[in-house]
T-cell receptor, first 118, second 114 residues
Framework: GAVVSQHPSRVICKSGTSVKIECRSLDFQATTMFWYRQFPKQSLMLMATSNEGSKATYEQGVEKDKFLINHASLTLSTLTVTSAHPEDSSFYIC??????????????FGQGTRLTVV | AQSVTQPDIHITVSEGASLELRCNYSYGATPYLFWYVQSPGQGLQLLLKYFSGDTLVQGIKGFEAEFKRSQSSFNLRKPSVHWSDAAEYFCAVGTTDSWGKLQFGAGTQVVVTP
């Protein structure tokens, strides 16, 4: 199988603080990972594409200085929500796209992180 | 740009009855199409996917979907619904030039009644 581990699964933080969310591909390498956000009772919206060794590509309307993405290795991407506010409370989900040559033809999702900013 | 439409926000179905969830897409070339299921507070589980070939795709949990290019549709079906099928279902489309990057439909909430 192909497993993507996302950590933490739940986090509560105070307004104004920063929170880091990790997305790891456990049994495959992923040059590219994707970060999505899902507000309650809504669909998933792509926030950004994370590329190993280069800058992330952000979707229109997503603040790159607020949502810092680092893809430091072929198995790990992190999303840091900086100076979090209550409106950032959401469900964040990552997916990892296997590097070609590993016999996998789809991206695999983590289990998501429920962020609550109080 | 591609888009995905799930016309039904909410569907109620009796246990044992058949289920069909609609999905329409807009994309210039042959898309990659997916159906995911999400239980409350949980992540996504892939039910099935279509890349090419046979237009009738079999998935897990007894689900199947049919790709109809002429109708730009990829509807999900299950012949007999179980109570455990109550969940949110998302149709998603990916592209050949950026595979893995998905655009999701709005989702369909399925409620199963006894």
């Amino acid at each position: 199988g192909a497993v993507v581990s996302q950590h933490p699964s739940r986090v509560i933080c105070k307004s104004g603080t920063s929170v880091k969310i990790e997305c790891r591909s456990l049994d495959f390498q992923a040059t590219t990972m994707f970060w999505y956000r899902q507000f309650p009772k809504q669909s998933l919206m792509l926030m950004a594409t994370s590329n190993e060794g280069s800058k992330a590509t952000y979707e229109q309307g997503v603040e790159k200085d607020k949502f810092l993405i680092n893809h430091a290795s072929l198995t790990l991407s992190t999303l840091t929500v900086t100076s979090a506010h209550p409106e950032d409370s959401s469900f964040y989900i990552c997916s990892a796209r296997p590097t070609p040559g590993q016999g996998k033809s789809e991206a695999f999702f983590g289990q998501g992180t429920r962020l609550t900013v109080v | 740009a591609q888009s995905v439409t799930q016309p039904d926000i909410h569907i109620t179905v009796s246990e044992g009855a058949s289920l069909e969830l609609r999905c329409n897409y807009s994309y210039g070339a042959t898309p990659y199409l997916f159906w995911y299921v999400q239980s409350p507070g949980q992540g996504l589980q892939l039910l099935l996917k279509y890349f090419s070939g046979d237009t009738l795709v079999q998935g897990i949990k007894g689900f199947e979907a049919e790709f109809k290019r002429s109708q730009s549709s990829f509807n999900l079906r299950k012949p007999s619904v179980h109570w455990s099928d109550a969940a949110e279902y998302f149709c998603a489309v990916g592209t050949t030039d950026s595979w893995g990057k998905l655009q999701f439909g709005a989702g369909t909430q399925v409620v199963v009644t006894p």
